[in-house]
């Protein structure tokens, strides 16, 4: 399976001044596939530990942070016949996050072995790196954080490369052929419940058995649900299995306490959020007002909406029919949730690898004039308002006030509608979202 973080790996891997890196995102991502994958292809040897299913190896990184003594360590417990060349070797060390000294010992790496490529990655290592108590190698370590399958992924393992090199090149004054548009909708519904977690993809890709596809995606929600024994205490394990039922079904809506338990304190389930989050299972959508940039300079931490880590997942936690949905029988209000939820996630998966993900929303609460858009986002210096909408809707007035409260010359309009530009609005179909900096750059 492709994924387009192999080019930032290739990138990592050509630098003159490369650090180790530290591959950051939620269990079952893709993790391994996308470094093993990657060595195969780029490295002669790959010496590759899993913490988490050989402990043994952690010994030689608890007894010295030495690289040559570690790597010695390491060779006698692998008992290799092939030895650690730098240049030629990449060093993974896989669920890192079990062995804190090893994720220490990258400085040294980097300070006295610079030449030899070093990946670490971690299903929950968010809670190892957020310890109070946990000392970063802080500008020793790069970082690369990875996410479900785009879209466009998506249309690559399911051998539509045509339509995923299409959707790269296409221009605002391109001919769109109407069968091409048809096509790329019906796709984009049947990725909306299949979704970007790539064993899911996998299984479609290879018989298109919707029912394998639902057991995955089943087995993947109880893995999540198993690894809170991990991260939680008996209350708080409580507290994170009911936020993680219900959250699926409250996606991309603003989020009050209150909803998920009127008797539990507020502070209880910040608690649980702040966890499911390190675990990479939510995305917080937080309040701005749009004032100027970062769109982070006034958020609001009490105002928020919740993203799930994936749109098929989210599709399975409401026991949505696979094929009814992409036949459109389903509700309007379960696809419009969905499709705000699958937004939010494709404009997570353009912005840059090496950073965390951050989006935004307006809201606007005066009595008799409400409104509210879905996303905001910044490229260039530039706020650009989204609104996201699940059919054929041209309704736009919250955008349009936004527009001109904040004297914002260009709107987005992310529906079933063609690619056009008209009236300061950019209207994107929604199978064209990952296009968006390219679009608006040209405008």
């Known amino acids: 399976m492709m994924?387009?973080?192999t080019q930032e790996l290739v990138q990592w891997m050509n630098k003159k001044t490369r650090m180790p890196l530290l591959i950051r995102g939620a269990r079952q991502i893709g993790k391994t596939f996308l470094v093993e994958s990657f060595a195969g292809e780029y490295f002669e040897n790959f010496f590759n530990i899993?913490?988490?299913h050989h402990?043994?190896?952690k010994a030689p990184f608890q007894q010295s942070l030495d690289p040559e003594i570690i790597l010695r360590g390491l060779e006698l417990i692998a008992q290799n016949e092939n030895k650690v060349i730098r240049g030629k070797t990449l060093?993974?060390?896989?669920?890192?996050?079990?062995?804190p000294e090893a994720i220490q010992a990258l400085r040294y790496f980097k300070e006295k072995m610079p030449d030899l490529h070093?990946?670490?990655?971690?299903?929950l290592l968010e809670f190892v790196l957020n310890d109070a108590d946990f000392r970063m190698p802080v500008g020793r370590v790069e970082f690369l954080y990875l996410k479900p399958c785009s879209f466009r992924e998506f249309l690559i393992a399911l051998g539509q490369q045509k339509f995923s090199d299409f959707l790269s090149e296409v221009k605002l004054t391109d001919p769109f052929p109407e069968v091409f548009h048809e096509q790329l909708v019906g796709l984009l519904n049947e990725y909306l419940v299949i979704g970007g977690m790539p064993a899911v993809i996998h299984a479609y890709a290879n018989d298109s058995n919707f029912i394998e596809c639902?057991?995955?995606q089943s087995s993947l929600l109880q893995t999540y649900r198993s690894d809170f024994g991990k991260y939680a205490q008996k209350t708080h394990y409580e507290n994170l299995k009911n936020l993680f039922e219900k959250v699926p079904g409250i996606v991309?809506?603003?989020f009050k306490y209150a909803d998920l338990d009127r008797e539990l304190r507020a502070?209880?389930?910040k608690k649980a959020l702040k966890s499911l989050q390190y675990a990479g299972l939510l995305s917080p959508v937080y309040f701005s007002s749009a004032s100027g940039l970062p769109l982070s300079s006034d958020q609001l931490e009490k105002r928020f909406k919740l993203l799930f880590l994936d749109v098929g997942l989210v599709a399975r936690a409401q026991y949505l029919p696979i094929e009814a949905f992409i036949r459109r029988e389903v509700n309007t209000q379960s696809r419009g949730q969905l499709v705000e939820q699958f937004v939010g996630q494709e404009l997570l998966s353009i912005q840059p690898f090496y950073e965390p993900a951050n989006l935004y929303y307006w809201q606007r609460d005066k009595p008799g004039s409400q409104a509210e858009v879905d996303y905001l986002i910044s490229f260039w210096g530039k706020i650009f308002p989204v609104e996201a909408k699940s059919g054929h809707s041209h309704w736009l007035k919250s955008l349009k006030i936004l527009m001109a409260e904040k004297s914002l010359p260009i709107g987005i309009q992310i529906s079933e509608h063609p690619l056009g530009f008209a009236d300061s609005i950019l209207s994107v179909p929604l199978y064209m979202v990952q296009e968006l900096p390219r679009l608006l750059k040209g405008l």
């Open 252 to 254: 991309a809506q603003n």
């Open 55 to 57: 402990p043994e190896y």
């Open 118 to 123: 070093v990946i670490g990655a971690g299903s």
């Open 3 to 5: 994924r387009f973080a």
């Open 50 to 52: 899993n913490f988490e």
């Open 214 to 216: 639902q057991q995955i």
């Open 91 to 99: 060093l993974f060390l896989d669920e890192i996050q079990e062995c």
């Open 267 to 269: 502070e209880a389930i």
